[in-house]
């Protein structure tokens, strides 16, 4: 009897510790993204309220940075576009479909401490003579990378690397 009771009070607070809300020390934000909007919702969290872009002296950072990956499909249909692009004289648009790949990486002294990834396809048509920013991200892209944001905030708060960090962090410096 007494086992089970004090499995249950574990497994109350193991839930308790997970639903508590966790604030980070002071972190540095580095974006390849250009996009401000995502650095202010991150900051609005309580998770991330000690997050700013000018603080370059803590060792704590939060990365956040994005790749583009060919799919098979998207490779052929590339070429062929591109193929079809060039014949008209650019009448015809080219057509890319990549993977969008979004990396949150929480770095303590170069140390990877939580690296998370999304990744979402998107397909797009594009006049090859149009001069576009091709680093700025707009449009679908920059929507999907905001609904990423909640869930990164949620899985930060359950790693139990990230609440180390903070133990540590806490035991050392106060709270």
Not at 5 to 11: C, D, G, N, Q, V
Not at 40 to 54: G, R
Not at 96 to 123: G, H, P, S
């Amino acid at each position: 009897m007494k086992k089970l009771i004090m499995a249950a009070a574990l497994t109350l607070m193991s839930a308790n510790a997970v639903a508590e809300k966790i604030a980070l020390p002071p972190l540095n934000y580095t974006s390849y993204i250009g996009a401000d909007e995502l650095y202010d919702k991150l900051k609005q969290s309580e998770v991330f309220s000690n997050l700013d872009k000018e603080n370059f002296g803590t060792p704590i950072r939060l990365i956040v940075r994005y790749r583009t990956e060919n799919t098979a499909g998207g490779s052929a249909a590339g070429f062929t576009s591109a193929i079809l692009a060039g014949g008209s004289l650019g009448i015809l648009p080219v057509v890319t479909n990549n993977d969008f790949v979004l990396t949150y990486e929480l770095t303590v002294q170069n140390q990877v401490i939580a690296a998370i990834e999304y990744r979402e396809n998107f397909t797009e048509a594009a006049n090859m003579y149009q001069a576009e920013d091709l680093h700025r991200l707009d449009g679908d892209e920059l929507v999907w990378v905001m609904t990423t944001a909640e869930q990164f905030i949620e899985q930060v708060q359950a790693d139990p690397e990230v609440r180390s960090l903070i133990e540590e962090y806490d035991y050392y410096f106060g709270e």
